[in-house]
């Protein structure tokens, strides 16, 4: 199985382009998350969706936008990007379900110049 | 909201035990452990929940006080394949919202 697949896993975007990180799920989970990691700062909740249909925001929500395309797909857009959003981010999904663990994809190394 | 882990970062002799701890300030249904290596992506190690149950690794424990509102990882006879950073994640609304803490950087020598 292939888990959580993210694309692309780096990019180079210039202070004010837009780009969408794609997430896909195989495992037939309810929830999706997106997080991003800064060092020191562990891993921060961008936007999280509970179920197919629903998202929510997360700890640091400003800049992105989230869409829940079906139950395999979440994807997390920055309309405008800025340097501070250089960051590696990381997709997760859960069963959503008591004592379900979260399963990570292997990161987006985003770097805003 | 993010947790807060303890110590930041420790190094250990191979075979030695370490505990990191994690603190949050709102209630939790559940509590998360992950490890993740450098460059990697975060693995799951154990899960927690309200009432007692775990479920995880077999050579790693962890309690779980919901009255403190905290949570201690026990690594015991340390490995170097345990060096990495760990992470708590929590669930403090019941949701399945999970937020993670700020990390706890483990190195393990020879």
């Known amino acids: 199985n292939a888990g959580v697949t993210q694309t692309p896993k780096f990019q180079v975007l210039k202070t004010g382009q837009s780009m969408t990180l794609q997430c896909a799920q195989d495992m037939n989970h309810n929830s999706m998350y997106w997080y991003r990691q800064d060092p020191g700062m562990g891993l921060r909740l961008i936007y999280y969706?509970?179920?197919?249909?629903?998202?929510d925001k997360g700890e640091v929500p400003n800049g992105y936008n989230v869409s829940r395309l079906n139950k395999r797909e979440f994807s997390l857009r920055l309309e405008s990007a800025a340097p501070s959003q250089t960051s590696v981010y990381f997709c997760?999904?859960?069963?959503?379900?008591?004592?379900?663990?979260?399963?990570f994809g292997q990161g987006t190394r985003l770097t805003v110049v | 909201q993010q947790p807060v882990q303890s110590p930041q970062a420790v190094i250990l002799r191979e075979g030695e035990d370490a505990v990191i701890n994690c603190s949050s300030s709102k209630a939790l249904y559940s509590v998360h452990w992950y490890r993740q290596k450098h460059g990697e992506a975060p693995v799951f190690l154990m899960i927690l929940l309200k009432g007692g149950e775990q479920k995880g690794h077999e050579k790693i424990s962890a309690s779980f006080n919901e009255k403190k509102q905290q949570s201690s990882l026990y690594l015991t006879a340390s490995q170097l394949s345990y060096s990495g950073t760990y992470f708590c994640?929590?669930?403090?609304?019941?949701?399945?919202?999970?937020?993670f803490g700020t990390g706890t950087r483990l190195k393990v020598l020879a």
């Open positions: 997760a999904s859960s069963f959503g379900l008591d004592g379900t663990e979260a399963f």
């Open positions: 994640g929590t669930d403090p609304s019941g949701t399945y919202k999970y937020i």
């Open positions: 969706s509970a179920s197919e249909g629903t998202t």
